[in-house]
């Protein structure tokens, strides 16, 4: 698509792999939003019910995705 961010391009890894990766994409492009004026949605709640067993399909992996949807979806929106 024209004018959209790609991941790579924006120098960030998607979907997070951990917390703080998270975290840290969510940041930057909630500080340009308020620098530009746009509101954002919030991004996605981390999970509450990880058992940490490791599961397949852990809460933590639908967390990620969202997260990565979330950083596209601002990403789009803050595109000049």
């Known amino acids: 698509m024209p004018g959209t ?3 790579v391009a924006a120098g960030a890894r998607l979907p ?3 917390r703080e990766e998270a975290r840290a994409l969510f940041e930057p492009l909630q500080q340009r939003a ?3 004026g746009v ?3 919030s991004p ?4 509450l019910t990880c058992c940490g067993r490791g599961c397949n399909g852990c809460v933590w992996e639908g967390y ?4 990565a949807y979330w950083c ?3 990403r789009l ?4």
């Open 5 to 7: 961010l790609s991941p």
């Open 16 to 18: 997070p792999a951990s």
């Open 34 to 36: 308020v620098q530009q």
């Open 39 to 41: 509101a954002l949605r």
């Open 44 to 47: 996605p709640p981390e999970p």
């Open 64 to 67: 990620y995705q969202a997260a």
């Open 72 to 74: 596209e979806e601002a």
């Open 77 to 80: 929106t803050l595109a000049p």
